[in-house]
């Protein structure tokens, strides 16, 4: 038990350590390749923050653990909406300017529709997972899109300045992308070990670790960008990060999980707790973010109410383990 929790807490930092690092060789690999930096902005970092999700889930569906890696994808959208939104608009109240990422939250919520469709039935089989699959590569190709005509808009002004801020040399940029990705399949490999261990040994179901520990350990990354962003005064970043993130983890994160490994039946928690919580969660974000006749906001009350609603929704799960 004590070797599992070390693995844990060793698979976070390195698993953190080590997104930034694939992250920052992955976006200036791009630069020096002449991608637009709202490209870079929109597919390259939003791909990044959730390579941690992507190829935890991809190591826990591989180890035949696809619970964990359902509840990782789902409870990662929980997380970053609730705490990492929540808690950035605390410190510092935050704006949208960029149409891009109002254009991105409706989308948000029609994806995740499409995943509670896909739920339904009880089931996830491989067609389903392919489906979402192939959901990502439209959204890919929408991103593609909306860069090359959203010239000027503020998440390319962003961008450039984060561009300029960590310019590195071709060479060190591919070194860092290629070092990044090897650690971020060390630590994920490290982190899913210790996860199943620990929840094998305190009789937790694995869904219940993918939805708090394993989820929040993912998270973290899109925490500490969307903080630094949001402290520079990148506010369209700031959101940018987390609503790339959260289409990203219901397409790709879970769809590789169910194509890798198909789950029979589903466990009911998460359809009757978990999905709705993580639909109820996108809807807020939608009122208090869109702006339908002025610029949208989230300001430090709104801020609270997420991560209200974020510590009730634990405290729901904490419930639901004492019980059972």
């Given at each position: ?25 992955a ?51 929980i ?19 960029s ?19 896909v ?7 491989r ?64 982190l ?35 903080v ?9 970043i ?9 289409m ?6 879970v769809?590789i ?19 709705p919580?993580?639909?109820g969660l ?43």
């Amino acid at each position: 038990m004590t070797l599992a929790l070390l693995a844990i807490l060793g698979g976070f930092m390195l698993l953190v350590w080590s997104a930034d690092r694939f992250v920052e060789g992955a976006a200036a690999t791009a630069n020096h390749a002449g991608m637009p930096p709202l490209l870079i902005g929109m597919v390259i970092v939003g791909f990044g923050t959730s390579a941690p999700e992507m190829v935890v889930s991809a190591m826990a569906a591989l180890d035949g653990n696809p619970d964990l890696a359902l509840g990782n994808g789902i409870g990662s959208n929980i997380v970053n909406t609730g705490l990492v939104l929540g808690f950035t608009a605390l410190l510092t109240p935050l704006a949208v300017h960029s149409k891009i990422v109002r254009r991105e939250l409706p989308l948000l919520i029609v994806i995740g529709l499409l995943a509670g469709a896909v739920f339904w039935n009880g089931s996830f089989s491989r067609p389903e997972a392919i489906l979402l699959l192939i959901g990502f590569f439209a959204l890919i190709g929408w991103s593609i899109f909306s860069a090359i005509r959203g010239h000027g808009d503020a998440l390319e002004q962003e961008t450039e300045q984060e561009l300029a801020a960590y310019q590195m040399s071709l060479a060190k940029a591919m070194f860092w992308l290629v070092i990044g990705l090897l650690l971020l399949i060390g630590s994920s490999r490290l982190l899913v070990w210790g996860a199943v261990t620990t929840a094998q040994a305190l009789g937790v179901s694995d869904l219940i670790i993918g939805l708090t520990i394993v989820a929040l350990g993912t998270s973290l990354p899109e925490l500490a960008a969307s903080v630094i962003a949001a402290r520079k005064g990148e506010h369209d970043i700031a959101i940018g990060n987390v609503v790339g993130s959260n289409m990203f983890n219901l397409l790709a994160v879970v769809g590789i999980a169910g194509v890798i490994s198909p789950i029979q039946q589903l466990t009911s928690e998460i359809m009757t707790r978990d999905w709705p919580v993580m639909m109820g969660l996108t809807f807020v974000l939608f009122f208090i973010a869109f702006g339908f006749r002025q610029q949208g906001r989230i300001n430090r009350v709104e801020g609270g109410i997420l991560l209200l609603l974020f510590a009730a929704y634990n405290a729901w799960l904490i419930t639901s383990v004492l019980t059972s």
